[in-house]
């Protein structure tokens, strides 16, 4: 299992319904989860504040580098599953990067999302000799569209200009990532009946889990299976 991720970039791209997401994915694996929102926003304070949330999710702020190195240090001890929002301020993406296993910079559909993701690409890079030994990073797509467009075309290829791997599961811009802002709860306890597709969110967001490493590892034919279903949403 990978025991801490942090998720921001230097523009808003959907850190918070990420890490939202995969929390929710670690949750309904029984892995209990603390979510730190270091979000400007505090979205996550507010959807935890609403009903549906499962017992195995905390919710803390944390709004500076030491807070958010206490909290951190607090799951590792309790063996629990650390999601760092650190949307889009330097200081907390640094230092969430720093304290992770691993790094995720989203990207959204839109050109100034992916210049956003090449800048904290650069700056975690300048980085790279601080923190965790073996910690990495890797871009994920946050709102995948399926319409095939030269603006997509243009942001992979802005997106390819770094040797930073990204990973191959994205998620697809979907009512059912933000349906848990409103109702509360998550992908996998909210009533299939209440947002279309969610069936096909959770698929999709169990394979980026498996992806990043939070589920462990599944095998290859698994994954090849789930993302040709999660395209083909």
């Known amino acids: ?9 230097l523009k808003t791209s959907g850190s918070t319904t990420l890490a939202l997401t995969l929390a929710g994915v670690a949750a309904a694996a029984d892995i209990p989860v603390v979510l730190i ?3 400007r926003d505090k979205d996550l304070v507010e959807w935890a504040a609403r009903p549906g949330r499962p017992a195995g999710i905390a919710v803390e702020i944390a709004d500076d580098e030491m807070t958010l190195e206490r909290l951190v ?21 640094r230092a969430g990067a720093r304290l992770a296993d691993r790094a995720l910079i989203p990207v959204r559909f839109s050109p100034l999302s992916a210049y956003a993701a090449l800048a904290t690409d650069r700056l975690l890079r300048a980085e790279a000799g601080r923190g965790r030994r073996d910690r990495d990073w890797a871009f994920a797509a946050s709102a995948v569209t399926t319409i095939p467009s030269r603006i997509a075309r243009s942001i992979e290829g802005m997106i390819e200009q770094s040797p ?7 998620l697809v811009l979907r009512a059912a990532y933000e349906a848990p802002f409103l109702h509360g709860g998550t992908l996998f306890n909210l009533a299939d ?18 992806e ?5 590892h599944a095998p290859a034919e698994e994954r090849a299976d789930d993302r040709a279903y999660a395209r083909a949403a």
């Open 1 to 9: 299992m990978m025991p801490v991720l942090s998720i921001g970039s």
């Open 37 to 39: 929102d270091g979000a």
């Open 73 to 93: 240090r607090a799951a590792r001890r309790r063996g629990e599953l650390a999601v760092i929002d650190a949307g889009d301020h330097a200081e907390l993406i």
């Open 164 to 170: 930073t791997p990204r990973l191959q599961t994205g």
């Open 193 to 210: 009946d209440l947002v279309p597709g969610i069936d096909r969110a959770r698929v999709e967001a169990a394979t980026l889990a498996y």
């Open 212 to 216: 990043i490493g939070i589920l462990g």
